[in-house]
């Protein structure tokens, strides 16, 4: 016989959620948003190093909000699990809607068994081929995975700047206009960005088995202009 | 498989061979067959723009068992891997090479440096030689924009990596095309004067080493050109091979054979 006490079920699920809600809004947003040519990731980090979005695959991407040391070990386990994968089959069957899959799973694990749920959140894109579409999955800090449609956006106050974001943003367009409709809903109408404050990353066929890119400041800038 | 996590004292890092290993991979494991295909000959030569290599197509197991294999492929950007020895050894090799190099590139989000790369392969190559009568012998070679200069790098079967400063051969027809290499080289070679000696060597090869495939112009299959400078790994387009060893076929046929005292 376990000697503990009884806890509300519904208590502590709130409990966790408060928590990790309140880690994940300290931290700043990351929109991701499909374009006429790719998908679009774009977040405010004020480190030109410490990164935030990545390439997971050929064509998956990864974003992670909260805190670092969490979603980067995520970030790595998604770079093994999709080279191993690609290793075994080929490198065709890595499949970001199974990656969202095991990251909401471990995810969903952690917020109702571990001490301590985690403080992330979690966008995986994919850029779509004959195979497989071009898509934007949301993992949230209790394991809840959405399919979004056009746009996601994670971390920070996300509502507000999904709700600002929809306001220019209604049909998918030039990378320059979702750039820059990005850039507007992070900021809001008091405040504004410097380039090297935005992490900027694209998943665009450029040719290359490769299409994950890190767009310089040199780029970004370009593309407010 | 679900998500490969690790905790900090057991997390394999950004090498995915070691990685590979910790969830009990072994794609270099014992074998006992001796009737398996080779692959033969791979010449790389050092010139003022960085690394050319050349290999043929020919796979042996006592019969032809392919014509057309490709022993050279981009490891990455600047990175060419060669293999000579087991065909399944080695292109098991070059698939593990490609990927763990851009598997540690995706994890630290930096580019492994060239002897990096090199160092990388020893203990891979040991492991396999040791334990396995299935031999494989890679090369690599690069552009290595950190120096800005092409290097060189082999291995013994043991897998000592040695740095080259010259050029390099493995496999079977290396001491025919080693003869050729050691009487045309120069240091100070242009980018086209190391095909052209590169091309003569493998033909020397190929005319020689009963296992290396020279030039097939019935089947228009024609030996494999690679330029390693700073705009990456580019392979020569097969016409233009093809053109360039029918011209040194050309000028054999003229002198029915016979080199005569010079590369030609």
Redesign the interface.
Known sequence: MSNSFYVNPEQLVNDKAQFAQKGISRGKSIIAAIYDQGVLMLGENTSA?L?KI???YDRIAFAGVGKYNEFD??R??????A??T??VYSREDVDARALAN??A??IGDVFSEGMKPLEVEILVSQLGNELRPTKIYRVAYEGTISDEPLFAVVGGEAEEVKRRFALTTSSVTSLVETVKSAVLALTGPDRTLAVEDLEVGILEDKGSRRTFQRLSDDRVRELLS | MGLPLFNSMTDPGPNFFEYMQSVGHQPFGQGAMDEQAHATTVIAVRCNQGVVMVADRQATAAYVASRDIRKIEAADRFTAMAISGSAARGIQFIRIAQLSFEHYEKMTSSILSLEGKANFLSPIIQNNNFNSPLYVVPMLAGFDPNHNTGRIFEYDGAGGCYERSDFNVIGSGTQFAEGALRLGFRPDLDLEEALELAALALYEAGDNDPSTGGPDFVRHIYPIMVTLTKDGFQEIEGDAVGERFRRINDRRAESRGIAGGQLR
């Open positions: 190093s990164n990545s390439e997971i070990r995520l790595e386990a998604g770079i093994r699990w080279d191993n690609g290793y095991f990251y799973q471990h």
